[in-house]
């Protein structure tokens, strides 16, 4: 638990705090778990006052409440439990994927057989057709229907000695236990390729059209407005009783996965997953949010990800760095808000190693400048002073707070910028766009003249 009580008020994002220090265990984007009335509250933090005052995202739903015991949770805590649940998720469809292969084995296989168990080992024996075709006493080569056989070592044979009609060979739908035909699309579209493609404008377009497949695999050529969603990904539709879910999985390497989530009469939603594509870690090994990126170093080189791609950097003078091929910062709250979209190294004690100054110039360039930085009031192991020790035991400084100086070695800071219409990475992206289009209309008149 963490120091002092809360009071919250119903309809209310104001929090007041009695013996806390809001300043020093929380900030923003930060999360408070505190239990009223045997109910618990999970609430975000927009903003933190003071050591006894801070702000809600949203108002506080439940009743007011005075006294309560409380917890701070970072955000990155969030965060790794989130990054878990991914990695769990993919590990249990990846053991689904082995009990479907181990079955068909199980089922179909003519003699011995390897099936792969839970802790990744293997076991080598029959499978159950084996154990069955042994076991059996045959007569003329056939097992008897009185043991479970067809009588027959031929399948028209073997209809006639169970009673079978001609109905026996074309047993086949979409209800469970039959066999999809050619050209149906039932579970995950085999008979089809996976070939369900749609034209849906909302998420709750997609679950009506979707409801009447079962589970699939499909591709929306629609971009949903407003809501997470990824055009053109190959999509996996799964469903069971009156949920459902799909994952979207993007066609470019830039793209974003999206997952979404439904329930009869409840509602469909979708998310956006984080991934390398969409995050970045900093010089001080946090992932954040964050593209366009550049990791300027102190040579004047640098790191870009994809949308940052056509970016171009130079070290200028000592401290003195220029990055082209922007439209200066691209910021948002989590980056510094307006005056931010800069990330500098910190010591092993979180203390900034630079000071940092910039100019965006007329043509979008950034004009960064660095200058070392010291923290006096701090023991004098962690004053990150740069110079040498004296004959008679005095430290003279070399470079002194304030002072140009490059970006420290094996470190970097990270710039997120804007970038041009024209850039490399957004040409692209129109290119792979109209592609798409071009092919999933020929493919359409393709369907038609077949038809025809």
């Known amino acids: 638990m963490s120091a002092g009580t809360l009071t919250l008020t119903n309809n209310s994002a104001a929090v007041a705090g009695n013996g806390t220090s809001f300043t020093t265990e929380v900030a923003a984007g930060d999360f408070i778990v505190v239990t009223v009335g045997g109910v618990p509250y999970t609430l975000p933090v927009k903003s933190v006052e003071s050591g006894t005052a801070l702000t809600l995202v949203s108002n506080f739903t439940g ?47 003519t003699g011995t057989i390897t099936v792969k168990l839970p802790d990744q080992s293997t076991f080598t024996g029959p499978s159950w057709k084996y154990l069955a075709d042994n076991m059996a006493t045959k007569s003329n080569g056939a097992v008897p229907v009185n043991q479970g056989g067809t009588g027959s070592t031929t399948s028209s044979g073997a209809r006639t000695s169970l009673g079978l009609g001609t109905a026996a060979t074309r047993n086949a739908g979409t209800q469970d236990g039959n066999v999809p035909l050619v050209g149906s699309m039932w579970g995950f579209g085999y008979g089809t390729a996976g070939h369900v493609v749609i034209n849906a404008a909302s998420n709750n377009d997609i679950y009506s059209t979707l409801i009447n497949y079962g589970s699939c695999v499909f591709r929306n050529n629609t971009t949903p407005p407003g809501v997470p969603s990824t055009t053109f990904g190959a999509s996996l539709w799964l469903q069971t009783g009156d949920t459902a879910g799909a994952i979207q999985i993007p066609y470019s390497p830039s793209g974003t996965v999206t997952v979404i989530s439904a329930q009869a009469g409840v509602g469909v939603f979708s998310r956006t997953m984080y991934d390398t594509a969409n995050t970045t ?30 970016a171009s950097t130079e070290r200028l003078d000592l401290g003195v760095y220029r990055i082209s091929g922007v439209l200066g910062f691209n910021s948002t709250p989590e980056w510094g808000g307006i005056d931010g979209g800069i990330e500098i190294p910190l010591d092993r004690n979180k203390q900034p190693l630079l000071w940092v100054d910039y100019k965006i110039e007329s043509d979008g360039s950034i004009l960064l400048k660095t200058y070392h930085r010291t923290h006096p009031s701090a023991p004098e192991f962690a004053r990150n002073l740069i110079g040498y020790e004296s004959d008679d035991g005095n430290f003279i400084e070399t470079v002194k707070n304030g002072e140009p100086v490059d970006i420290p070695a094996g470190r970097w800071v990270d710039l997120r910028v804007e970038m041009p219409a024209d850039s490399i990475f957004n040409q692209r992206q129109e290119e792979m766009r109209v592609a798409m289009e071009q092919a999933e209309q020929a493919r359409t008149e393709n369907q038609q003249d077949t038809q025809l």
């Not at 805590?77 to 479907?100: H, I, W």
């Not at 870690?281 to 300027?296: E, Q, R, T």
């Open 63 to 109: 009743p007011t409440q005075s006294g309560a015991a409380w917890s701070a949770v970072p955000r990155v805590a969030l965060n790794m439990v989130t990054a878990a649940l991914v990695t769990q998720s993919a590990e249990a469809l990846r053991g689904l994927n082995y009990d479907k292969q181990n079955w068909q084995q199980v089922f179909s296989g």
């Open 281 to 310: 870690v900093d010089s001080n090994g946090f992932i954040k949010k964050a593209s366009p990126i550049v990791k300027l170093k102190g040579d004047g080189s640098a790191e870009v990800n994809y949308q940052a791609e056509g």
